[in-house]
């Protein structure tokens, strides 16, 4: 599985088929493809509240799963940064589990999810955030 570096409301609006975005193939009509999806933004640091599980994936109507979701962008704001660090490392601090700081779904936040950071920031590749939809 590779993460999208940035997934937007607008491709969700648009109901882009996620096996094309991770690079599956849609045609194939293969149900049980990995997908892997990294969201923007978040709501700073202090502010998180859902531990793992957080997410929920609905097919045809019907809830099939509850994945944890992570992002890099804890801040929504100017891409990932030094606000998203104090964002991970106040999550870090309290010891709870929160599911958008746990990049490697150990079940847990950690010296592993810190280097996932690291290297995204060090990407270059993650200097935007989306806004209320994407361009």
Same mark, same amino acid.
């Given at each position: 599985?590779?993460?999208?570096?940035?997934?937007?409301?607008?491709?969700?609006?648009?109901?882009?088929?996620?096996? *094309?975005?991770?690079?599956?193939?849609?045609?194939?009509?293969?149900?049980?493809?990995?997908?892997?999806?990294?969201?923007?933004?978040?709501?700073?640091?202090?502010?998180?509240?859902?531990?793992?599980?957080?997410?929920?994936?609905?097919?045809?109507?019907?809830?099939?799963? =509850?994945? *944890?979701?992570?992002?890099?962008?804890?801040?929504?704001?100017?891409?990932?940064?030094?606000?998203?660090?104090?964002?991970?490392?106040?999550? =870090?601090?309290?010891?709870?589990?929160?599911?958008?700081?746990?990049?490697?779904?150990?079940?847990?936040?950690?010296?592993?999810?810190?280097?996932?950071?690291? *290297?995204? =920031?060090?990407?270059?590749?993650?200097?935007?955030?989306?806004?209320?939809?994407?361009?």
């Amino acid at each position: 599985m590779r993460p999208l570096h940035a997934f937007c409301l607008s491709i969700l609006a648009a109901a882009f088929p996620l096996a *094309t975005a991770v690079g599956a193939e849609p045609s194939a009509g293969n149900d049980t493809a990995p997908t892997c999806i990294s969201l923007v933004g978040s709501n700073g640091a202090g502010n998180a509240v859902t531990l793992l599980g957080g997410g929920r994936i609905f097919k045809n109507g019907t809830l099939i799963q =509850f994945p *944890t979701v992570s992002a890099y962008d804890l801040d929504s704001s100017s891409g990932v940064g030094a606000n998203d660090l104090s964002a991970w490392l106040t999550d =870090f601090g309290t010891g709870n589990p929160y599911g958008r700081c746990d990049y490697d779904c150990s079940g847990g936040i950690g010296a592993n999810d810190l280097s996932l950071w690291l *290297t995204a =920031f060090g990407s270059g590749t993650m200097a935007i955030s989306c806004g209320a939809s994407c361009p």
